[in-house]
């Protein structure tokens, strides 16, 4: 069965307009996201646009504030303080990359973890560590959610995850193997954490003998086909995390996106499998959205 990320994302942008509107019916100001673009590298360009144009269409008010790539780290970092400390902004995030010359870890740890809608602070990254609450990054957070909207419980399970990164391989670890009474507001389900999680990266021997002992399977590694048929056992759970640029002089761009798995014949075995586009990549920015609402609420109420 797909795991379909584009249509759930959908149902959630729906309840998010809601949610807002009813805000708005109390008297209550929108919740307002800030955006910090950095350059003009156009494939952050384009997510940055498309970030915008989902807070907009659920009611969120949202601020680009683009700077040229020559910015000092210090007028950068004197931003970020400002908007820690502008009432009207609840949640903002840094697009990346950042230039060379501006130091990623700086810029993100400067950040108010209370307004860090990315939830890449150290601060959140260790609550989330600790099961207290924080606001999650987009990706695991969308992979959750989206295990938790078609009831795939993960209690006792294998979890596999490829890939070991601070946006992705690494807190969705955290969150499966969580106890569920730990688990952090704003999700759905009770039902998910309490996983058995191996985390494999690039030196991990063996990647097929771990895999085929999965229940479920979570790609982050930004490899094609990574995830063959014969790495899988029937009835798998598949979450394809990866996004890669392939040839296509079929196409008008002359390239299509596909994921790290080799979904054509992954999917016969699978009893679950996400699709790539239309699976994680639409909960990821929906994501962003929910954590949006949720530093509004925990920060004005
Ligand atoms: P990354 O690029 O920082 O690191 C990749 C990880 O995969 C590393 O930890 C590496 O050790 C591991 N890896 C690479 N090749 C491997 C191999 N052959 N065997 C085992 N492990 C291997 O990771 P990232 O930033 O998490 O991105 C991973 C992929 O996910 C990329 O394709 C990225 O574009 C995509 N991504 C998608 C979304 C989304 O919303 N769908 C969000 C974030 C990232």
């Known amino acids: 069965m797909i795991l379909d990320g584009k249509q759930i994302a959908a149902d959630i942008r729906a309840e998010l307009k ?6 708005l019916a109390q008297g209550k ?39 040229d790539e020559t910015i000092t780290q210090q007028t950068l970092l004197t931003e970020i303080h400002r908007l820690n400390n502008d009432p009207s902004i609840d949640g903002f995030i840094v697009q990346l990359p950042l230039p060379e010359h501006i130091n990623e870890s700086a810029v993100l740890s400067a950040i108010d973890f209370r307004k860090d809608v990315d939830g ?39 979890v596999v995850v490829i890939g070991r990164s601070n946006i992705v391989g690494k807190p969705i670890a955290m ?9 952090l507001p704003g999700m759905s389900a009770s ?11 690039s030196k991990t021997q063996d990647l097929d003998a771990i895999c085929r002992t999965a229940d479920i399977i979570i790609v982050a590694a930004g ?16 979450i394809d995390v990866g996004i890669n640029r392939v040839e296509d002089q079929t196409t008008p761009r002359g390239y299509r996106l596909v994921g790290d798995v080799d979904f054509e014949n992954v999917a016969p075995k699978a009893s679950y499998i996400t699709p790539v586009p239309g699976g994680v990549g639409p909960m990821t920015i929906v994501s962003l959205l929910q954590n949006t609402l949720q530093a509004y609420k925990e920060n004005n109420f």
């Open 18 to 23: 809601e949610q807002v509107s009813e805000l």
């Open 29 to 67: 100001r929108a919740p307002k996201l800030a955006v910090i673009l950095v350059g003009h590298n156009p494939a952050s360009e384009t997510y940055v646009a498309n970030k915008i144009k989902a807070c907009q269409e659920v009611g969120i008010d949202a601020e680009k504030i683009a700077y």
């Open 120 to 158: 890449l602070t150290p601060e959140n990254v260790g609550r989330t560590v600790q099961g207290l609450p924080s606001l999650v990054s987009a990706t695991p957070r969308g992979i959750r959610e989206l295990l938790a909207r078609y009831n795939i419980a993960t209690e006792g399970k294998h």
């Open 175 to 183: 969150l499966l193997m969580q106890r569920p009474y730990l688990s």
């Open 191 to 201: 039902s998910l954490g309490d996983a058995t999680v191996t985390i494999c990266h």
């Open 223 to 238: 490899s094609p086909k990574l995830l063959t048929a014969n790495m899988v056992k029937e009835g798998v759970v598949v």
